[in-house]
């Protein structure tokens, strides 16, 4: 080792670990793999509820957002979902693809993806170190001085930042790595949260906490319908979440504050299907209850809800409605408003959108174009995912390419 040059990657997560291995592979550089929490790929572990949704055979350009559409191209065709496979196979991982191209570990255990990756990184001599939390990096002739948080320093000749985002900071998300990368001389587009929940401006919302249904959701800003994904919703204390809702959070970044969610409660039946539904209720059981007129068609708290909301009182027979009444009811449950507030804050997001743009830097070898042998990779990029393992396939791909690219350099 003596001889060699030493790579020093900030970020033991994602792409920090693949960058690591990667770069290691090749045998020209001794590699560090820094970490500033007391232990490596804690976001990791928590992915995919768990089981770490860790690629998607579809992730390709439309699964993404950024400011540079033309440059993401160019370095999502570096990094093919099968290249990032193909990686996970060398280390000894078995994957399964399930439904929409979504791969995980055989294992189906987040753990089994972050002990393949500290093997392999063992294997190939990356010296993993935790509690070492990069505080400033200070480029000299020809080489990297990194200084910690408490004061140790660091000599590398190429560095690699993979130190994610700002989401989820009880995870490891942090400010720190844009910080770093600003210092250095590279620009920050916009950051803001992306893959959370709603805060919702819907009164009572609150009486259907613990709630879950499988709606039609869309955003809309003003009269534009912005984008529609349907699955289950959960209603909560601040207001809804779950898969369809996720997803178009990443899209509320721009459509502001005028939009609202729109829910289809009943995705099954079209409006017509619904309307002469309770009409044949209304006929057949003429003395019911109002209260029971979306029996076995809602969930219970749903259906009191609404019926409450549209009608005031429940103190009537199904004989004294209305066609309107019937219309009214109809739609308040295929077309629900619900203004958004916002999101919940980065507590509750799953990552960041923008970053450091990727005209900074090199689009075949992620390396800056501020600084020679420094690197970027992974979330603190200007590049947010949809649900779905594109995030990952983003980091583990960025820290393959940068990894291998800063490893090459030393040739
Ligand atoms: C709950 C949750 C579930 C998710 N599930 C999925 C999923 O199933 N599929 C998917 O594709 N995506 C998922 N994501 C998103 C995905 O985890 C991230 O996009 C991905 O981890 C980003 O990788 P990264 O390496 O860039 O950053 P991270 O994984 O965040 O790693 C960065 C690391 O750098 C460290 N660090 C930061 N600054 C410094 C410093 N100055 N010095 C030393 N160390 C530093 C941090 O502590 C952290 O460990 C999920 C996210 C969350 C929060």
């Not at 900030?10 to 590699?31: L, N, P, Y």
């Not at 690629?55 to 350009?61: G, I, K, S, V």
């Not at 809602?298 to 199904?318: C, E, G, I, R, S």
């Amino acid at each position: 080792m003596k001889n060699k040059p030493t790579i020093a990657i900030i970020g033991a997560g994602a792409a920090g670990f693949a960058a690591a291995i990667s770069a290691a592979k090749k045998h020209t550089a001794h590699v560090v793999l820094l970490e500033r929490l007391n232990r490596s790929g804690k976001k990791l572990l928590a992915t995919g509820n768990g089981r770490c949704n860790l690629e998607n055979m579809t992730a390709d350009l439309p699964a993404y957002q950024t400011e540079n559409v033309t440059q993401l191209r160019q370095m999502l065709e570096q990094f093919p979902p099968q290249r990032v496979l193909d990686f996970f196979e060398e280390c000894g991982l078995l994957c399964r693809e399930e439904e929409e191209g979504r791969v995980y570990p055989a294992a189906n255990q987040a753990a089994a993806v972050l002990e393949v990756l500290r093997n392999e990184a063992a294997h190939y001599g990356v010296q993993e170190i935790c509690e070492w939390e990069v505080a400033e990096i200070i480029p000299e002739k020809e080489r990297f001085r990194l200084l910690s948080s408490d004061g140790r320093s660091l000599i590398a000749q190429a560095v690699i930042l993979a130190c994610g985002g700002k989401a989820a900071p009880k995870l490891g998300g942090t400010e720190l790595g844009y910080q770093l990368a600003e210092t250095l001389g590279h620009t920050l587009n916009v950051v803001y949260p992306c893959l959370s929940g709603l805060c919702c401006k819907e009164p009572k919302l609150n009486l259907l906490k613990g709630v879950r249904a499988e709606c039609g959701v869309s955003l809309w800003s003003k009269k534009q319908l912005i984008k529609r994904c349907d699955g289950e919703v959960q209603f909560n204390d601040y207001g809804i979440s779950g898969y369809p809702v996720m997803q178009l959070s990443a899209s509320l970044h721009k459509t502001g504050k005028a939009s609202f969610i729109c829910l289809d409660l009943i995705p099954q039946l079209s409006m017509q299907e619904l309307v002469s539904k309770l009409h044949q209720r209304k006929k057949k059981y003429p003395q019911r209850s109002a209260n029971l007129l979306l029996s076995g068609l809602l969930n219970q708290k749903l259906a009191t809800y609404h019926l409450h909301k549209v009608f005031k009182t429940l103190d009537f027979p199904f004989s004294a409605l209305s066609a309107e009444m019937i219309f009214a009811l109809c739609q308040q449950l295929k077309e629900w408003v619900i203004p958004i507030l916002g999101m919940p804050g980065w507590d509750m997001a799953q990552v960041s959108g923008g970053g450091v743009p990727l005209e900074e830097v090199s689009a075949q070898t992620f390396e800056s174009k501020k600084w020679k042998r420094l690197y970027l990779a992974g979330e603190l990029l200007d590049v947010v995912g949809e649900c779905g393992g594109y995030n990952l396939h983003w980091a583990f791909g960025s820290g393959i390419v940068a990894g291998t690219a800063a490893a090459e350099s030393f040739r």
